[in-house]
C-alpha cells in the first residue's frame, strides 16, 4: 500500500460508477502510468480512473472532491513537460476509453469527439469527406484530442494553420466539483471561454467533449527538402521564404546531428548526411498556388546559399521524408540514454543569431546537441542527449537549458511554444511573467477550481496561489 | 460624488489635455456620460481605473466612440453616470520587425493608420470590421469585431498575439507577446478579445499581419434572392478558393443588377488568381438561373463599383445593428426569412434596412439607417429576431443604437449555470468592484428581453 492508497470506501464507490476494470489500484498497474514523455519524472497516482462517459467523469469528480482528492487527467501521455505528472498521490483520469467520434457534420466542417479520440485517427475519419484536422504535432500518431486542448498543441503546419485554439469551436468540460459546464467562443457577447480553456493543461477541469473544425483536404500539396552547407545560410532563408510573400504550409530546419541520427535509425529517409542544415518546406491549396510558390521558394533558396533543393518525386516520398522528421525525436534515444529538449520561440529575425547562441552553449557545455524544429515560427528544440546516471552531465544539461531559454526571451521569445509549462518549467514562469501577472493566472484558475484540486502543482509556481489550501491539507480536513 | 470634484480629480490623476469637453468628438451621442476623459499614458488610464475602482464610478471604455452604446437602456435604475475613457491619445506604432509579420500598436492608433503604415512596407493587417472613420484596433479587438475577410484569414481571436491590459481596478497586465508560438502560463489574449471591456480597458496589442498580395481583385455575380445568391455562395464555398465571400441586397449603392449580390475577394499570386477565376467561372455559368441578366464576362461583373471600405462604412454608421449566427448550411433559409421578419417590421417605421451575410460562416446581418427606433419599437424588434434566432437554434445580437443598448441571445441548455459562474468569477477577480460591468449586471438582473436559446 502506497502512502497515498485510496479509502475502500472510495474506491467502491468508484467502482460502482465505472465498473470493477474502470478502477486501477493495484501497484504494478500503476507503474505505467507513472511519467507521461518527460521520463525524468516520475509519480505514481494512488489509482487510475478509466471513464467512458461525461457523467462518468462528473460522478467520478464529484466522489474526489467532497474527499479532497486531487486528479490528472491523462491522455497519451505523450506529454513533454510532466503535465500528467500524479504528484501528491492524485488520482489519474485516463481519457482511454472515451475514444469515440460522436458526430461528424460535414456540410458544415464540424465534428464532435470524445478526448481519447487520437488525432490521426480523427483526420482518418473526415477523410471520406474530403476534409481533415490541421493540427499536426509530431506525436499524432498516439496523442489524443484531449491532449491537444490541454497543451494547445502545435506541429510543424501551424505556420499557416495556427494551433489547437484555432480550431476547437466548443467544449464540454467538467469542473473538479463535478458539474458540468458548457463553454463557447462567446460569439454573443461573452467571454471566449474555449480560448482561455485551452493550454490550461489539465488544470481547469476535463473537457469530455470537443467540437473540432475542419478543413477541406488541400487540392495540391508538395514538399521539398532545401539542402545547406552553412547553418546561417539555412536559417537566414527561413525569413527570406516569408519576405518573399510566401506562407508555406511547414517550414522546419534540421541539422547534421539530427539528420545522422534520423538516417542510422529505422526511420532512414535516404537525407545527405554531410550538409550542415536542410530546410523541409511544403506548400499546400490550389495547384497554381502551390505550383507558383514552390519554384519562388526554390529561388529564395538557391539565392541565398542552398547546394540543392530536392523535391519529392510522390506521395510515398513526401511521407516518408515527413516520418523521417517527426519521429527524428524517437531516432534520438538511439545515441543516449536520456534526451531532454527544449521548447523555447524566438522571432524569426532573431533566428540566425539565437541557434548560433544556441550551439556555442551546447559546446561549451560540452554536450551533445541536435536541433530539429519549426523555424518557421520561430519554436526551437535544441535537443540535449546525455546520461542522467552522470551527475556532472546532468547538471551542465540544466545549466545548458537555463542558458538557452535565458537567451530566447531576451531577443523577445517565450519559453515554451507548444510543450506547456507543467511542472518542467513551471519554476521560469518568473523569466516572463510579473509577480501581478501570476497572481492574474491565479485569479484565472480559481475561476474554473475554486477547490485547487485541478492537478495541482502544474504550470504556475506554488507560492503564487498563496491562500490555496494544499492537496494533502485539504485531504485531511475531509478525512475529518 | 459632485461633477465638478471629480473633473477636478480626473485631471489631477492624468494631466489637462485629458479631459474632454462634453460632446466632445462621438462619445456622448451614445450616453449619458458624467465625464469623457482621454489619458495621455498607460499608467494614466491605470490610476483612471484605479480611483474609479475605489470609488465606484462606472467606467465605459472607448476608443474613437463609434461603438459606444449604453448599457443601461430602457432600465430604471439609479447609479452615478458613467464615465468614458477614451484611448484616443494611445496612439503610434510601438514596434514593427517587418520580416516577423508582427506589429505592436498602441490601442488608440485607428485602423486606417495602421493599414496606412503597413502599406509602407508592402504589408496589412486582414481585418476589416464595419467600422467608421477612426475605429481603433484596440476597440476592435476588444469586441472581436471582424468583416468580410474573416473568410480566410480569421477573426480578431486568431491573429492577437499578445495584450496589454489595464484591470477594473487598475492593474497593468501583460500577456502573450510578440511570437506566433505561446503557450506559457494562462491564455489572458484570449480572455480579453472579445470581452467587451468588461474586464478591463485593452492599451496595446500586439498582432500577426500579412503581405500585400499580388494580385487582388473583386467580383459579383447577381441572383435573383436572398435564397438563390446564399445558396450560390455556399456554392461557392465548396469549390473554391476565396480570401472573402458575402451575400448583399443589390439595393442602392452597388451594382444594382439583379434583387441580391455574391462579391467574391480573390487575392494572391496572380497564377493562383487567374486558376481560381476560371473554377469560379466554370461553376456560375449553371447555376445562374436563364432569366437574370448576365453580364458579359462569363456571368459576373468586374468590380461592378463594389467598393469594400464604403460598404463597411455604410454599414457602420446605421444606427441599429442585428446580428444572427446560424449554421453555415442554414444560410439561405436564415437569410431569406431574417429579411422577411425584419422588412414586415419596417412598414411601421421611417428607414431603410439592408442586409449582408458573410457566406462562409453563416453570419447574418442587418441593418437600419433614417429616424432611429424608439424604445418600443427596438424592443418589439429585438424580440422578433431572437424569437426566429431561438426557433432556428442559433444566436443572436441586436446593437439597438447608442441609448438603445444591446439585447442578446445564445445558447443555453445544460452546462450554462456552471459557464455563468466561471464567467462572473473572471469578472470579479479583474473588476472587483464592477465598473466595468454595471450596465451588464443589472441587465442580466432586470432584462425582460434576454432570452436563451435551447440547444440541441
Known sequence: MTDHALERSLLADLRRVLGADGVVDEPGSLIVYESDGLTAYRARPSAVLLPRTTADVATSLKLLSDAGIPFVARGAGTGLSGGALALDGAVVVSVARMDRILSLDAPNRVARVQPGVVNVELTAAAAPHGLYYAPDPSSQTVCTIGGNVAENAGGPHCLKYGTTTNHIVGLTVVLSDGTVATLDRGASGGLDLVGVFIGSEGTFGIATEIDVALLPVPEGVETMLALFDDIDDASRAVSAVIAAGLLPAALEMVDREAIRAVEASAYAAGLPTDVAAALVIEFDGPYAAVRHDVEAAIRVCLDGGARDVLRAADEAERQRLWHARKKAFGAMGRIAPDVLVQDAVVPRSKLPATLRTVYEIANRHGLVMCNMFHAGDGNLHPTLVFDRRDADQLRRVEQASKEMMAVCVAAGGTITGEHGVGVDKRDYMDMIFTESEMSAMCDIRRAFDPLGLANPAKVLPVHVCREWVGPATRRGEAAR | ?456
Not at chain 2, 167 to 188: M, W
Not at chain 2, 306 to 317: I, L
Request: glycine content about 12%; hydrophobic content about 45%.
Open chain 2, 1 to 456: 460624488m459632485s461633477g465638478t470634484h471629480l473633473l477636478r480629480d480626473l485631471v489631477r490623476l492624468t494631466d489637462a489635455d485629458a479631459l474632454l469637453p462634453d460632446g466632445a468628438g462621438s462619445f456622448t451621442h451614445a450616453v449619458d456620460a458624467a465625464a469623457v476623459v482621454a489619458p495621455g499614458s498607460v499608467n494614466d488610464v491605470a490610476a483612471v481605473l484605479a480611483f474609479c475602482s475605489e470609488r465606484g464610478v462606472p467606467v465605459l471604455p472607448a476608443g474613437a466612440g463609434g461603438w459606444l452604446h449604453d448599457p443601461m437602456a430602457g432600465l430604471v435604475h439609479e447609479h452615478a453616470a458613467p464615465i468614458v475613457v477614451s484611448t484616443r491619445r494611445l496612439s503610434g506604432i510601438l514596434e514593427h520587425e517587418p520580416e516577423d509579420l508582427v506589429i505592436g500598436v498602441a490601442a488608440g492608433t485607428s485602423l486606417d493608420d495602421v493599414a496606412r503604415h503597413l502599406r509602407g512596407h508592402a504589408q496589412m493587417l486582414p481585418l476589416d470590421p464595419p467600422a467608421q472613420a477612426g475605429a481603433t484596433i484596440g476597440a476592435t479587438i476588444a469586441l472581436g469585431a471582424a468583416g468580410p475577410l474573416q473568410y480566410a484569414h480569421g477573426l480578431p481571436r486568431d491573429m492577437t498575439l499578445g495584450l496589454e491590459v489595464v484591470t477594473g481596478d487598475g492593474r497593468v497586465l501583460r500577456f502573450g507577446g510578440r511570437v506566433v508560438k505561446n503557450v506559457a502560463g494562462y491564455d489572458g489574449v484570449r480572455l480579453f478579445t472579445g470581452s467587451g471591456g468588461s474586464l478591463g480597458i485593452i492599451t496595446a496589442a500586439y498582432v500577426r499581419v500579412r503581405g500585400v498580395p499580388a494580385t487582388d481583385c473583386t467580383l459579383t455575380v447577381a441572383a435573383g434572392s436572398a435564397h438563390e445568391a446564399a445558396s450560390v455562395a455556399r456554392a461557392i464555398a465548396g469549390a473554391v478558393a476565396v480570401d472573402a465571400l458575402e451575400v448583399v441586397d443589390g439595393g442602392t449603392e452597388n451594382d444594382g443588377t439583379g434583387e441580391w449580390l455574391v462579391v467574391i475577394r480573390l487575392a494572391g499570386s496572380a497564377a493562383a488568381v487567374a486558376a481560381e477565376r476560371d473554377r469560379l467561372g466554370a461553376l456560375i455559368a449553371p447555376l445562374v438561373p436563364a432569366d437574370v441578366p448576365a453580364a458579359d464576362n462569363q456571368g459576373f461583373n468586374e468590380g461592378g463599383g463594389w467598393n469594400w471600405r464604403e460598404s463597411s462604412r455604410a454599414e457602420a454608421a446605421a444606427s441599429t445593428h442585428v446580428r444572427l449566427q446560424v449554421q453555415p448550411d442554414q444560410l439561405p433559409s436564415a437569410l431569406q426569412d431574417m429579411t422577411r421578419i425584419i422588412q414586415s417590421e419596417n412598414g411601421t417605421h421611417d428607414g431603410d434596412w439592408r442586409f449582408a451575410a458573410h457566406a462562409g460562416s453563416g453570419v447574418v446581418r442587418a441593418w437600419r439607417t433614417g429616424v432611429p427606433l424608439d424604445l418600443a419599437a427596438a424592443n418589439q424588434l429585438a424580440g422578433h429576431v431572437t424569437g426566429f434566432a431561438v426557433s432556428c437554434g442559433g444566436t443572436a445580437v441586436c446593437t439597438l443604437g447608442g441609448r438603445l443598448g444591446r439585447r442578446t441571445v445564445h445558447a443555453s441548455g445544460t452546462g450554462r449555470d456552471a459557464t455563468m459562474a466561471i464567467a462572473v468569477r473572471l469578472a470579479d477577480a479583474f473588476d472587483p468592484a464592477a465598473v466595468l460591468r454595471a450596465g451588464a449586471r443589472l441587465r442580466a438582473d432586470a432584462d425582460p428581453d434576454m432570452v436563451e436559446a435551447a440547444s440541441d
